[in-house]
């Protein structure tokens, strides 16, 4: 029995029905028919945002259109590859018109940014919840994976870490910033630009990579126990939003940094004699790299300060360090 809405059709067609350059056939089949380049391997991702766990339900619809996507580019770009077509599977607790209207212009804003074509979907009644999924390319064997890190590797940074857990923090009250401050940090939270085009350029240049949506600390582990190496990490040069850098000595500040996930940043390893390679990716990417340690043979995560001293981050490690 089909669950479809009674205006199912008619919401598809006007909400979500645009020209798929990137398609043999886009939406309104049985299916979409896609014609990957040759050459390339087929990469693919989902991400599921369900309202009261990841949003609140009265959120922003033209933002949470963005985020949906943005999630999902951002896996992507932790691959080293070129986005081009996705997904939209809808359910919805009713038809509100101007929440749809919203939430594509926000979803397509982004997908026509980079050339991504939606090409179907399923769109049903039910408790509020989006889930997007992303199809794109890397050329055949050069896709960047959590298993790819070696020994002496630097690790690198993009952009800066901590303004969206600030954010989180700041609405949770536990924080109190001015009203810029605070609107900085809300940006970054609710309006993540994904590394794509780093991420596509990183595919020469890295030998591992992965994108910072639990916390550098945490999603860097990921890296560590895929590639069987550990990693040193010194904490003064780890890249710090501007809204954060005066506050870095307070340990609330420091576990956003570490730890406080929704960054979207991506965090690589190259090998040492790359720098030059790399700072040249960032300024032909327009994004900011930072090398804020590097890889070695004994296992484990340790946090260097200024002096060089092992800085203690917990002992229940790093999934509990955002507590
Ligand atoms: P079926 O019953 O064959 O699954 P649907 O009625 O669910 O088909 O969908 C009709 C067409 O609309 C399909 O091409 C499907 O991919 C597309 N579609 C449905 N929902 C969405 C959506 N939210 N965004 C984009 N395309 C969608
Ligand atoms: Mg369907």
Redesign the pocket.
């Known amino acids: 029995m089909s669950s ?1 809405m009674a205006s ?2 008619d919401l ?1 067609a006007r909400f ?2 645009r020209p798929a350059p990137n398609a043999v056939l886009g ?6 028919l896609l014609a990957p380049t040759p050459g390339t391997e087929l990469v693919v991702s989902s991400d599921m945002l369900v309202a009261e766990r990841h949003f609140f339900p009265d959120a922003d619809p033209y933002l949470l259109g963005h985020k949906a996507l943005a999630v999902n580019l951002s896996d992507l770009a932790a691959m080293g590859a070129i986005p081009r077509w996705t ?4 359910a919805l607790p009713d038809v509100d018109e101007a929440w749809l209207a919203e939430f594509s212009r926000g979803f397509f804003e982004l997908a026509d940014a980079y050339n991504v074509s ?1 090409v ?4 049903t009644r039910g408790p509020l919840n989006l889930c997007v999924t992303i199809l794109g390319e890397a050329p055949t064997g050069r896709a960047l994976r959590r298993s790819g890190a070696k020994v002496n590797d630097g690790i690198w940074v993009s952009g800066d870490l901590g303004a969206a857990a600030l954010g989180v923090r700041y609405l949770a009250g536990q924080i109190m910033l001015d009203a810029a401050d605070a609107a900085l940090c809300q940006g970054r939270l609710h309006r993540p630009e994904p590394r794509v085009v780093l991420g596509n350029m990183l595919c020469c240049v890295a030998h591992a990579a992965i994108d910072i949506s639990d916390g550098l600390l945490a999603d860097l582990g990921h890296i560590l126990e895929c590639s069987r190496v550990g990693a040193e990490i010194e904490f003064d040069r780890l890249p710090v939003h501007p809204v954060l850098a005066a506050k870095r000595a307070d340990p609330l500040v420091r576990r956003c940094l570490l730890a406080g996930g929704d960054d979207y940043e991506l965090c690589f390893t190259a090998p040492p004699d790359r720098d030059r390679a790399i700072l040249a990716v960032a300024h032909a990417a327009g994004v900011p790299l930072s090398r804020i340690g590097r890889i070695t043979a004994a296992s484990g995560l340790r946090l260097l300060d200024g002096e060089g001293r092992e800085m203690n981050i917990g002992e229940r490690g790093f999934d509990h360090f955002a507590d």
């Open positions: 479809a199912e059709f598809i979500f029905t939406v309104g089949d049985d299916a979409a997904t939209l599977s809808l939606l179907g979907g399923d769109t």
